[in-house]
């Protein structure tokens, strides 16, 4: 599948620091290439959305099956990931 930032995602992307934006960013490209396969770090929600975590940080995501692509909603510290 494809892997696609909304505008509120990529720009925290830039803001986080370069060492977990890099790993994290991996996490997701793992996670897009094989979204039904078991990813200890990612965990569903249900309906196509769910998360990827690193360290303190997570990222939002939901599947769009129609266009067959992983869009990454948000990304943000835990505390205030859910809000």
Partial sequence: MELVYETQAAAA????PR?????????LEAFAADPHAPHPWAKSFGKGTGRVRHGDWRALYRIDGAA????VVRIANRKDAYR
């Fill in 68 to 71: 067959i692509t992983v869009v």
């Fill in 19 to 27: 060492k977990d934006a890099r790993a994290l960013r991996d996490k």
């Fill in 13 to 16: 992307l830039l803001t986080m």
